[in-house]
């Protein structure tokens, strides 16, 4: 009787491959002052998103708006982890810079109102009559 003995060897692909997803609106470790987006995963991954450090909800695809300072990182079912952050700062859009000009605007003109009125003694008290 012989005895053969006969050995598999199970090749396994370990996955070493860091997950990535696409950053719009500002690059890796940047700064802004716009809306940021983040997009397109390589692969199923779970997201940890922080705000100015505090943990909230996001969800591949949400335009980010509020100032700050963001970090997600991504780990994929293997365990592998990457990292993005950036910084969205403050911004004044070009309503904001409208009304600041229009306020400005008013106070100048304002100002220059009360000037003429002085001139023309328009802020003299009248003397008061007798009887």
Same mark, same amino acid.
């Given at each position: 009787?012989?005895?053969?003995? /006969? *050995?598999?060897? &199970? %090749?396994?692909?370990?996955?070493?491959?860091?997950?990535?997803?696409? #950053?719009? +609106?500002?690059?890796?470790?940047? %700064?802004?002052? +716009?809306? &940021?987006?983040? !997009?397109?995963?390589? $692969?199923? &991954?779970? /997201? $940890?998103?922080?705000?100015?450090? $505090?943990?909230? =909800?996001?969800?591949?695809?949400?335009? #980010?708006?509020? $100032? +700050?300072?963001?970090?997600?990182?991504?780990?994929? !079912?293997?365990?592998?982890? =990457?990292?993005?952050?950036?910084?969205?700062?403050?911004?004044?859009?070009?309503?904001? #810079?409208?009304? /600041?000009? /229009?306020? =400005? +605007? #008013?106070?100048?003109?304002? @100002?220059?109102? @009360?000037? &003429?009125?002085?001139?023309?003694?328009?802020?003299? *008290?009248?003397?008061?009559?007798?009887?």
């Amino acid at each position: 009787m012989r005895i053969y003995w /006969i *050995s598999t060897f &199970v %090749k396994r692909a370990i996955d070493t491959l860091k997950p990535t997803a696409a #950053l719009f +609106g500002v690059s890796d470790g940047g %700064k802004t002052d +716009g809306n &940021v987006t983040l !997009k397109n995963p390589s $692969e199923e &991954v779970r /997201i $940890e998103a922080y705000l100015n450090g $505090e943990r909230f =909800t996001y969800a591949f695809g949400d335009e #980010l708006t509020k $100032e +700050g300072v963001y970090r997600f990182v991504l780990t994929d !079912k293997a365990g592998n982890t =990457t990292e993005y952050a950036f910084e969205i700062a403050y911004s004044v859009n070009a309503a904001g #810079l409208a009304v /600041i000009y /229009i306020l =400005t +605007g #008013l106070v100048i003109c304002g @100002i220059g109102l @009360i000037v &003429v009125m002085r001139k023309r003694k328009a802020f003299k *008290s009248k003397p008061k009559k007798t009887a």
